[in-house]
């Protein structure tokens, strides 16, 4: 039987991937980024089995001598990635994860281009307060960014943020995407643009309120010239222009012919405002940045640090920031790099900050295009807010009460229970912030007042949702102390229901017999 032949491409690569990981420094940078990740080996016939992880430096080499070309990791990071199984659902992925990594995979055609989209998405980190993030090249014609997972809030109104995969970062991902493009137009000349005209890059009318390429098409008012009968059509690009007309078969006559805008996303024409599409034709600095949100999905895998790339036989090296300025595709050359940690050193939350305004634009977004996409699931999916007639602290529970006193463990479950509580019984913003942050002033060490944005910002995007029932969520942190009164409910809001209840009802009594006596 003949054997395959192996190509010169192929033969040059397997050469290459030998030597190259057979250094330990090599070996120890991948094996180091890889704990709590799964991987994935490529050959050059494909990818290798999934789920699968290292358990020892040495088994990268092992693998190579194998036939492994490459090396690809998930962005998620779970407690024991071999656990992982095909068709899980979201509560089993769930369980399985204890966090996920914001990687950012800047994909230019060109490039030179891609550097700039790098340095504009760090341009808007850098002005949202986020100094510490890591950088590498792809490989090919791109760069990555990394943000850690401590970055970011470990909750957002009650919910864990390792949960919130892959919804939150997508919408971060396109708030910084929005950004960038502004920071993209100072960074590249009018010439270089001019340069991109007889390219392939997507290029159009924006609309100016989410910087979207709109579609366009003809507004097309057909007349038939024999029993006058008169059609609106929309004719879009290499479409049919020719019709008859349905009641007399005679063809139509175009009477008139407008070219309309119209962008899907914000659901606005031109046709209706005008003043919201661009004047000139721009080239789409979205497409030219290669930024997709579809890539950030459940189990989806990126080329890790050091890793080689079977197509350029270059290294996917990490780079500080001067260096990403002066990068040249030979600084990935296999031979002679120095090892460096794609994994920054961070701050706690040092992305709040970033979070909180992705949130923000996202709702603003939603609101102006008419999308609504968050559905409230769950046991109080239709819940509405009890407004009573008046709230007086001495009607809250017992828990309820201790929580606004000041603690010193569980604030945040304390937070999020308030937050629920609050809003349930129908109290307004103003008031319910107000006492919020006067709340966190008696805590024996306060919360961030950025981590209190966050969490307010995030319960006002949805729906209210009862606080948790009584007693076993508030008995982790201390806070539940129960009175005769709280054997007859099971939840915080029925307690003040009850009590808002009687007190009325004993103040209406009182008035009653005193209108009585001096009847």
Known sequence: MESKKISFKEERIRKITTLYYSQPEIQKAIFEFSKNREICPRYFEGFGKRPDSFEYPGDIFELVKRGATSFNCSEELWSDPLKIQTGMNEKQLNELRIGWDLLIDIDCKYIDFSKKATQAILKVFKNHHIKNYG???????????????????????????KDLFPELPRKILAYVRFKAEEEMRDLISEEELEAFKDTKIKKGIKCNNCKEIAQEYILTEYLCPKCF?????????????????????????????????????????????????????????????????????????????YSLHENSGLSSIVLSEDELEKFDLKDASPLNLKVKNFMPKCKENEADYLVREALDW????????????????????????????????????????????????????????????????????????????EWNKKNEVPLREGYLQTQLLWAYRKKPIMPPNCKEFYQGFGACQPNEFCNLIKNPVNYLVRKNYISNNKKEKKITKKINKNN
Do not use: W
């Not at 008169?230 to 007399?248: G, V």
């Not at 509405?384 to 604030?411: A, H, T, W």
């Open 135 to 161: 950088i590498k090249f792809s490989g090919n014609k791109g760069f990555h960014i990394i943000l850690p997972f401590k970055s970011f809030p470990k909750e957002i109104a009650g919910e864990k943020t």
């Open 362 to 437: 996202t709702k603003n977004n939603q609101i102006s295009s008419g999308e609504s996409k968050e559905i409230l699931k769950g046991k109080y999916a239709d819940f509405k807010p009890i407004i009573l007639e008046s709230i007086k602290d001495e009607d809250f529970p017992p828990c309820i009460k201790n929580i606004l006193k000041g603690i010193s463990d569980g604030k945040k479950r304390g937070l999020f229970a308030l937050i629920n509580f609050f809003r349930s019984v129908g109290m307004n913003k103003e008031d319910m912030e107000k006492r919020i942050y």
């Open 229 to 305: 009968r008169r059609e609106l059509k929309k004719i879009f690009h290499n479409e049919k222009k020719e019709f008859k007309c349905p009641d007399c078969r005679t063809q139509f006559k175009i009477n008139r012919a407008d070219k309309i805008y119209e962008c899907k996303k914000c659901n606005i024409s031109s046709k209706d405002k005008p003043d919201n599409f661009s004047r000139h034709i721009e080239i789409d600095l979205f497409d030219l940045m290669g930024l997709d949100l579809i890539l950030i999905s459940p189990r989806h895998l990126f080329r890790m640090p």
